[in-house]
């Protein structure tokens, strides 16, 4: 970590400003700044923003970046890179309406998902985010691309696009459908049984058989996006009974849920 040096480096940069007036910038003791430059403590996370809000240099720069021998560029880019993985105080529900000819989707890439449940504030976050037309998507709804990592959804791929249109309420999602949920937890494709009215939660079951379902509770949920579409480099293939297989299984996972749930309210 370079985060002594870069300190040290970005106060003397700062019109050779001192410890005691950084301390001061920052709500710290000059002790404290000392501390730091010479390596004989580390701040909290917090402080890290602090620094990195008020010398405008992104946390990463800071700690693995030797500023002293990089270029303006190398810096500008660790900062626009920061800026779609924090998203701090993002406000989920912004959408722009500007429909050409073919509908605008924006794409929550991997690297994002973190930062875009991270709050409800931040008005650019959404616009920052690539932007793609999809023309064979209906006209007059919401949609948004999301890119899933893992393999609990097969046989979709790893890095695969899945593209979903905005359900306004839970009520909405139908027991089997296969969704998007977004939650403080974090963003995951799966097939959606709605518990809300029985106990206040979504079943989440994935099409891989190892991963075993699990539920969220409704308060927790933040958005759900209907499945729409999904974009690969590899075609997805399944062998015919691999998928009766899958189904039994998956038919026997449900009851064997359902089962739990009644016998603890029996209790």
């Not at 001061?24 to 010479?38: C, K, M, P, Q, W």
């Not at 999301?146 to 359900?167: C, H, Q």
């Amino acid at each position: 970590m370079y985060l002594s040096k870069n300190l040290r480096h970005l106060r003397r940069k700062n019109n050779r400003q001192t410890q005691e007036e950084l301390a001061d910038a920052l709500g710290l003791t000059r002790s404290v700044i000392s501390s730091y430059e010479d390596g004989r403590a580390e701040p909290s996370v917090a402080t890290l923003i602090r620094m990195s809000e008020y010398f405008n240099v992104s946390i990463d720069s800071i700690t693995n970046l030797d500023l002293a021998n990089v270029d303006e560029k190398q810096v500008q880019h660790q900062k626009e890179i920061q800026k779609y993985t924090s998203a701090v105080n993002l406000k989920v529900n912004h959408v722009v309406i500007d429909r050409p000819k073919a509908e605008i989707v924006k794409l929550v890439p991997e690297r994002a998902a973190a930062g875009y449940t991270s709050g409800y504030g931040d008005n650019n976050y959404l616009e920052d985010l690539p932007s793609y037309q999809l023309p064979f998507l209906a006209k007059g709804k919401v949609y948004r691309a999301f890119e899933i990592t893992g393999d609990s959804m097969l046989p979709l791929k790893d890095k695969s696009i899945v593209i979903g249109e905005k359900m306004e309420t839970i009520e909405e999602v139908k027991d089997g459908q296969v969704c998007i949920v977004v939650s403080k937890d974090g963003i995951v494709l799966k097939k959606v049984y709605n518990k809300a009215n029985q106990r206040g939660t979504l079943l989440l079951k994935s099409a891989n058989i190892a991963y075993s379902p699990y539920e969220v509770s409704t308060t927790d949920v933040l958005e759900v996006w209907k499945f729409s579409a999904h974009i690969s480099k590899e075609f997805p293939e399944e062998v015919d009974d691999i998928l009766e297989l899958k189904n039994a299984f998956m038919r026997m996972e449900s009851e064997i849920q359902e089962m739990k749930v009644n016998q603890l309210k029996s209790k």
